[in-house]
């Protein structure tokens, strides 16, 4: 068998390279990688926060901007004049104006205990903005899971103070405003540099196993408030009615009372004045009064026979059945 000879390195050349151009070719590389480096754009909505081997240099406004290339300094974009918000309970899949919804539950968000010891699914959103970005950044580790994690524990904290008719219907509004005030009051004290702009309550329902049995006492208790509204409705009709015909009448009897009293005066001070010219000259009023009343009485008299006082017997000669002689 024949052996091939073994290789002789004398032989061997290196291929023509061209040097010059594979450094030129490097440096070019070093240049476009230093260039496209130093420099980033923060949008309008965007802070630029700058840190230097870790540490935090500066913050700069939206714009082009420029730092240390290679990775010595990293930019962290915060969106500060971005209206953020966290959903609990559920999840929009596509936002907009016909907004669709995830179909998962998300009970272990939703599922809260009321202080009247009952069980009911809140969903809610909280809208905030980024006030601080440094604090947002490196105060607090992960400071988004941290502040959802206030927002689900003072959520059950303000609910678990509240009977479940009152999440569900009347206290719908006073729940928001007092989870807002301190989720604030808590991510100031944490230094999440978060500003909470409101909390809106989604949707309160009772849990889906007990739904049909809160229906019927809530059927129940519109019913009954209905029977209240109607006998108050009734009542509003019948007892301001009596209450004004009393009032009527008692003001009648009041005017009847005074007409009364005022004619009983007039007279008593007619007497009183008849009385004074009487006394002034008795015979004279005497007179007066008794032609006056004879007067008044003569008029509504028919017949009127008028004799002497001292004659006798003649009351057959009068015909008084024919109507005789006045």
């Known amino acids: 068998m024949d052996q091939k000879p073994p290789f002789d390195f ?16 490097a ?25 230097r081997l870790g540490k935090y240099v500066r913050t700069v406004n939206p714009g082009l901007n420029f730092k240390m290339p290679l990775g010595v300094e990293q930019v962290y974009k915060v969106p500060v004049e971005r209206q953020l918000k966290l959903e609990f309970g559920f999840r929009s899949t596509t936002p907009g104006v016909r907004t669709r919804y995830s ?34 950044l490196f105060r607090v580790r992960n400071a988004e899971q941290t502040f959802r994690d206030i927002n689900e524990a003072m959520m059950r904290a303000v609910v678990g103070d509240r009977t479940v008719d009152e999440v569900l219907t009347i206290g719908r509004q006073e729940v928001a405003s ?58 509003n009709k019948v007892i301001p009615k009596a209450r004004g015909e009393a009032a009527r ?3 009648k009897a009041k005017g009847y009372a005074l007409e009364r009293i005022n004619n009983a005066s007039g007279e008593a001070a007619n007497f009183d004045a008849v009385y004074k010219e009487y006394s002034k000259a008795k015979e004279v009023t005497r007179q007066r009064i008794y032609l006056e009343t004879m007067n008044d009485v003569m008029q509504n008299v028919g017949r009127k ?3 002497d006082n001292k004659v006798t017997g003649i009351l057959p000669l009068f015909q008084l059945d024919k109507g005789g002689a006045k």
């Open 10 to 25: 004398k032989d061997f050349k290196l291929p023509n390279i061209n040097v010059k151009a594979i450094v030129w070719a």
């Open 27 to 51: 440096g070019v590389i070093i240049v476009l990688s230093l260039f496209f480096s130093s420099w980033f754009t923060i949008e309008p909505e965007e802070v630029g926060v700058v840190v």
């Open 103 to 136: 179909p998962t539950k998300y009970q272990d968000e939703s599922l809260m205990l009321t202080g009247d010891l009952n069980a009911a699914e809140v969903e809610w959103i909280v809208q905030f903005r980024i006030k601080n970005p440094y604090n947002f």
């Open 178 to 235: 007092t989870v807002t005030l301190m989720l604030q009051e808590l991510s100031n004290q944490y230094e999440l540099g978060i500003k909470v702009d409101q909390v809106v309550l989604q949707d309160v329902n009772p849990p889906e196993q007990v739904k049909p049995a809160f229906n019927e006492v809530n059927e129940a208790q519109q019913e009954r408030e209905k029977l209240i509204n109607q006998a108050k409705s009734e009542y």
């Open 249 to 251: 009448t008692i003001e």
């Open 305 to 307: 026979l008028i004799t």
